[in-house]
């Protein structure tokens, strides 16, 4: 089995470390896909874009290198030291239907060529495909990955999960893979979903998944673009492959964590990259189509990298709940993916970390963050000796409990913990209404759950359109 550690973690991602036998890769990361028989960007230069790790055709090298490569060894072949994966041929199987190699063949070949991790002949079933042959792919997936765990010898072993956009099938695929037991598993046949912005299956494909692996590295096929990595990091993912560098380059098309550009369409660079830097959008476009292909996919591979640095740094400093909500925001269905966290919230409890620096609000989005919640149980820890409770929305007049957004009840004991005493949030006159909304309804159970008391609420601003039907036991001051 491979020697793996989780170092640091934040909602549901970690920064983890994968031993291999070509060294170590920290997660998250991104393998850049490479292909041998399309000279490109070199792949011994992807290190020094950021890259710890390769992936490679398996089955395209079986059909077109396979001499050279069975002399060489994989690494010899693409001449890098780097940990390299082999994918089978589930992407040509998916898109042409069918591969001219057995499931032993292939898993035979990825050893013999030394793949540090090797993949087995799985069934790509696309999104929405009926349930009988969701099922029907799954169980010859499943006997596929017996069969590699035991041809895989001393390659590390990845294990797809499959199951289409049926969540039953993804949590059996994952549970059956892991009683098989390998050392990745990867959801696999999402491209489609991504392709099509279907982020919310995603995202509950991905949170299926991670509620059966809580500990195992999960890698998500096929995710390339910048703009989905904080998202999918958050949600679980720590593996991810990306031709998105190269295929959007040849389209010259321009990545960034917002989106996509079109080389035509900018006037500058939004981008400090050391290409963006020396070179500006009307000057690449006058370059032969060769240079500017190289020179877009170096931008895409520079910001690919910077972001998972970025989102590093966010899981250290306990900060990815806030780079998570700014992301979202650069697509109305990434907004709506990241919503789906409220349906998983005991998962999210089971992982995120109970003390942090900060809390800062970013939208109605921060409403799901298990800090809310743990906020309402610590509550339950608060006694109070007096029978009248003064209650105030104004921290300028003396009370025994303030009234925030989004948390509703901060008793004065709490103001200097987290997470309710480190929030920072708008004020009440400028805060989304849900956030009002909420704040109340915790209140109103707040008091009904003591019993006996008698309640004084100092009520100003725009909080008097939303505190009402308190308890009878309360008096109101309006202010």
């Known amino acids: 089995m491979m020697d793996f550690e989780i170092t640091a973690k934040d909602v549901l991602g970690r920064i983890c470390r994968l031993d291999t036998p070509h060294g170590r890769i920290e997660t998250p990361a991104v393998l850049p896909v490479i292909n041998p028989n399309i000279p490109f960007i070199p792949p011994k230069k992807m290190r020094d874009f950021g890259a710890q790790a390769l992936i490679t055709n398996a089955y395209i090298i079986y059909r077109t290198s396979r001499r050279e490569v069975m002399a060489k060894g994989v690494h010899g ?42 993949i087995p002949l799985d069934i790509p079933t696309p999104p929405d495909a009926d349930f009988e042959t969701a099922k029907k792919d799954l169980e010859i997936t499943i006997g596929r990955e017996r069969e590699a765990k035991e041809l895989k010898g001393e390659s590390l072993l990845v294990l797809p999960i499959q199951g289409s956009t049926h969540a039953e099938l993804r949590r059996e695929s994952a549970l059956r893979a892991k009683e098989i037991g390998g050392d990745v598993y990867a959801i696999g046949a999402v491209v489609p979903l991504m392709d099509a912005y279907r982020f919310s299956d995603l995202a509950r494909i991905i949170l299926e998944v991670r509620s059966v692996l809580r500990v195992e590295p999960i890698h998500l096929f096929g995710c390339g673009h910048p703009m989905v990595f904080a998202l999918a990091v958050a949600l679980g993912c720590d593996l991810f492959d990306s031709a998105a560098y190269a295929l959007y380059a040849k389209d010259d098309r321009y990545l960034t964590v917002y ?37 877009l996919a170096e931008h895409n591979l520079y910001v690919t990298f910077s972001e998972i640095r970025t989102i590093k740094n966010a899981i250290k400093e306990n900060s990815l709940f806030e780079l998570v909500e700014k992301r979202i925001r650069a697509h109305p269905n990434l907004l709506s993916a990241w919503r789906q966290i409220k349906d998983y919230l005991p998962l999210l409890e089971s992982s995120d970390p109970r003390i942090k620096k900060k809390f800062l609000y970013c939208g109605i989005e921060t ?19 007096k029978e009248k409770l003064v209650i105030s929305t104004d921290f300028g007049i003396p009370a025994d409990v303030y009234l925030r957004p989004a948390f509703g009840p901060v008793p004065v004991e709490l103001l200097e913990c987290y997470p309710s005493g480190h929030a920072e949030i708008p004020e009440a006159e400028f805060v989304e209404k849900e956030a009002l909304e909420m704040a109340v309804e915790n209140l109103r159970e707040f008091m009904v759950s003591l019993k006996g008391k008698k309640f004084v609420v100092h009520v100003s601003g725009r909080w008097k359109e939303f505190v009402k039907d308190l308890p009878e036991d309360c008096e109101y001051v309006l202010h």
């Open 77 to 118: 072949l693409l001449e890098v030291d780097l940990p390299i994966m082999t994918d089978s041929g589930s992407y040509q199987l998916m898109l042409y239907g069918d591969v001219d190699v057995s499931n032993r063949e292939i898993l035979e070949f990825q050893r013999k060529i030394g793949s540090d991790f090797i």
């Open 259 to 295: 989106g996509t550009k079109k080389l035509s369409e900018l006037q500058y660079f939004p981008c400090s990259c050391p290409n963006c830097s020396k070179m500006e959008p009307e000057e690449v476009r006058e370059l032969e189509k060769g240079e500017r292909e190289i020179f």
């Open 367 to 385: 409403l799901y963050r298990p800090a809310v919640r743990r906020h309402l149980e610590s509550l339950k820890e608060v006694e109070f000796e």
